[in-house]
């Protein structure tokens, strides 16, 4: 089974902050994905990488970046945490991209407060 | 304005009723899938349609994929307390596409 590891459950960060949210696949997936999950808005697509030297852009990226060092890993970088950017981030990856109708594989997802 | 609508936003059913949930758009996806997220943890694949007119089963759960290609649905048979859940319907529009979700309906099964 593919494993999906976001490293925090909970985070309470303050205004200003830098913020990092891990998130290991255990797969060797290729593909690898960050939303964040809004009620009554689903889940929106921050950032995604098809490739360990590609990164790009999602619906929502203002406020984030990503690293992508090694292919496993995928890191959520919030520059400078701000009260809007409260929300659960979800961690994604698949062996192929989307339109190749490859499942996503979630991680249990990291609740960020910010105060 | 959410690319895929889903409807009802929540429904409260008892143990052994049917419910169907909706996903309608006014773009055409090359496929849609189907995944249910239970508190706490991240959602989980379900189902992926890729034909117009498609039907697929799976145990007492119905989906369908419209023949246009715009809209698919989830139909539950004697649903059970194990079904509830937040069910969300993606879709992706082109072969290079993303996967863009809806905003999910919240199902509830009370014994």
């Known amino acids: 089974d593919v494993k999906v590891t976001q490293s925090s459950r909970y985070l309470v960060k303050r205004t200003g902050e830098k913020v990092f949210l891990e998130c290991v696949q255990d797969?060797?997936?290729?593909?690898m994905f960050w939303y964040r999950q809004d009620p009554g808005l689903g889940l929106r697509l921050i950032y995604f990488?098809?490739?360990?030297?590609?990164?790009e852009k999602g619906d929502i990226p203002e406020g984030y970046s990503v690293s992508r060092e090694k292919k496993e890993r995928f890191s959520l970088i919030l520059e400078s945490a701000s009260t809007n950017q409260t929300s659960m981030y979800l961690c994604?990856?698949?062996?192929?991209?989307?339109?190749?109708?490859?499942?996503?594989?979630f991680g249990n997802g990291t609740r960020l407060t910010v105060t | 304005t959410q690319l895929l609508e889903q409807s009802p936003q929540f429904l409260s059913i008892q143990e052994g009723e049917n419910l169907t949930v909706y996903c309608n758009s006014s773009?055409?996806?090359?496929?849609l899938q189907w995944y249910r997220q239970e508190p706490g943890e991240g959602p989980v694949l379900l189902v992926t349609?890729?034909?117009?007119?498609e039907v697929k089963k799976l145990k007492r759960l119905t989906f369908q994929f419209g023949d246009a290609r715009k809209d698919s649905s989830l139909h539950i048979t004697a649903a059970q307390p194990g079904d509830t859940g937040l069910y969300l319907c993606?879709?992706?529009?082109?072969?290079?596409?993303?996967?863009?979700f809806g905003a999910g309906t919240q199902v509830v099964v009370t014994p």
């Open positions: 994604a990856s698949s062996l192929f991209p989307p339109g190749r109708n490859s499942p996503l594989h």
């Open positions: 797969m060797d997936h290729e593909n």
């Open positions: 990488s098809y490739d360990v030297k590609m990164k």
């Open positions: 773009s055409v996806f090359s496929s």
């Open positions: 349609v890729v034909t117009g007119g």
């Open positions: 993606a879709g992706v529009r082109f072969s290079w596409g993303k996967l863009q």
